[in-house]
């Protein structure tokens, strides 16, 4: 470094500690305070003195040279700190200070500075790993990237907002969701669905993608902005799943909705993943940064590690990775799947297998379950079971059924209005609420594809 920025490096570490050491900073010092932390001084003595002038001042004390002196030579710090100058110094700092207005400029120099040593310290640990070949390129990688990350987010971690008032709090107008997917899915949500083995899942979150990626809504039918997707499908082949995503562009086509190039991308990796491993984290990485999507699809959760086990420690890593993908998309709306266990006596536990982290981590978690009753079986009706989340956040339906063009199609009142698909009688349909019963043509039947 040169001797000109060294110089200014001090008189702005001069000018700051100064200004603190004045009556008249008090209404910069909390914007200072906030600003600036101990580790932002290249010299330790000044960051310690600074973390004694920000205490000064945050408890209301007075902080002048007179009482910081005291309370360092009660500390036995005096000399330490202020070195053979002693409290002179402190007087040194007060009186070098010609006006406070210009106390932030300075801050923010020293706040500059010390993310290029945070960045120099990141890249010398960097050189370090290279020279010395440990672990992985793709580990060194990764932790580069990550510790560049951290330089990058320093100072947003330092400027939260201060606790607000509930009375303000209140005041304010609620904010409206970012919504990917209006009513169903915002930006950083994470939706879970579960079903056993052949329980329909996998069609489900495809077909969410596919409408969402043409511009309809998932089980209305509305349109919407069209969607950005990324799919990595880790658990079916491709000769599985074309069939079905072909048929799916046909069905968005038929709506005068086809999928624009550009806007749904996928990966089929029926071998699976282990995202525990630096590689495959960083291939999960590059995937999002080329496709950008707004909505992202990966699973099934076992197929994304080898180590076949499903205790905390297991997922946690998985969660880690997952963390990232949504990281690096800037607050992609997330789907996963996964198996629920084996029914029990008759009755299907629909949480994910594995540890209870997996049933706390998504905001919203369904299971899709065989619905009973007559017709159920041959309409395959399934019940939209939730295991996590309240349902009075979202649009979600009621029931699925086996749809036509689609793979599923939804059912708003389970219970409460008559199977799609099925006929009426006169009084049946007249004792309908005026909107379902408008869904009935001349002969009593209501047309499958209406309760879309």
């Not at 580790?39 to 910081?68: K, M, N, Y």
């Not at 370090?128 to 390129?137: K, L």
């Not at 984290?281 to 707004?294: G, I, S, Y």
């Not at 706390?360 to 019940?383: I, N, S």
Request: proline share 7%; net charge negative; hydrophobic share 45%.
């Amino acid at each position: 470094m040169d001797e000109l920025r060294e110089a200014e490096l001090r008189e702005a570490a001069d000018a700051v500690l100064g200004t603190l050491l004045r009556p008249e900073a008090k209404d910069l010092a909390p914007d200072l305070i906030s600003a600036l932390s101990p580790g932002d001084f290249r010299e330790p003595r000044h960051g310690e003195l600074w973390d004694l002038l920000s205490s000064l001042w945050a408890a209301g004390q007075p902080c002048d040279p007179i009482t910081v002196t005291a309370v360092l030579r009660e500390r036995g710090d005096l000399a330490r700190l202020a070195g053979p100058a002693g409290a002179a110094w402190l007087h040194e700092l007060h009186d070098a200070v010609p006006t406070v207005a210009h106390a932030p400029a300075y801050a923010e120099i020293l706040r500059e500075e010390a993310q290029w040593r945070a960045l120099a310290v990141a890249a010398a640990r960097t050189m370090t790993a290279v020279q010395a070949r440990e672990g992985t390129a793709v580990a060194a990688a990764e932790a580069a990237v990550d510790a560049a990350r951290a330089v990058r987010d320093q100072q947003n971690r330092r400027l939260d907002d201060a606790p607000v008032d509930l009375v303000d709090f209140l005041d304010q107008a609620d904010d409206e969701p970012d919504w990917v997917i209006p009513g169903v899915l915002a930006r950083w949500d994470r939706l879970m669905i579960t079903a056993g083995e052949g329980g329909g899942k996998s069609l489900m979150l495809r077909q969410i993608l596919m409408r969402a990626a043409a511009g309809l809504h998932p089980w209305k039918r509305a349109r919407i902005a069209p969607v950005r997707v990324l799919h990595i499908d880790a658990e079916n082949a491709e000769s599985q799943a074309r069939p079905w995503l072909r048929r799916m562009q046909q069905a968005a086509e038929a709506e005068g909705a086809p999928v624009a190039r550009g806007q749904f991308a996928l990966r089929i990796i029926p071998e699976g993943l282990d995202v525990t491993q630096a590689a495959d984290r960083a291939w999960l990485a590059r995937m999002v940064e080329q496709a950008r999507p707004d909505l992202i699809s990966i699973g099934s959760l076992y197929k994304l590690t080898t180590n076949g086990k499903s205790d905390e420690e297991a997922a946690r890593p998985i969660m880690a990775a997952l963390e990232m993908m949504r990281a690096v998309s800037g607050g992609a709306a997330m789907l996963l799947e996964a198996h629920a266990p084996h029914a029990n006596m008759g009755k299907r536990d629909l949480r994910p297998i594995g540890s209870s982290l997996w049933m706390r981590w998504p905001e919203f978690g369904f299971g899709l379950a065989p619905a009973t009753g007559p017709g159920a079986e041959e309409l395959r009706l399934m019940d939209w079971v939730p295991w996590r989340g309240p349902r009075s956040e979202r649009s979600w339906p009621e029931q699925f059924m086996a749809g036509t063009s689609w793979p599923w199609q939804a059912i708003e009142y389970a219970g409460n209005a008559p199977i799609p698909g099925t006929t009426l009688t006169d009084e049946q349909v007249a004792a309908l609420p005026p909107e379902q019963r408008a869904r009935f043509d001349d002969d009593h039947v209501m047309e499958r594809e209406e309760v879309f």
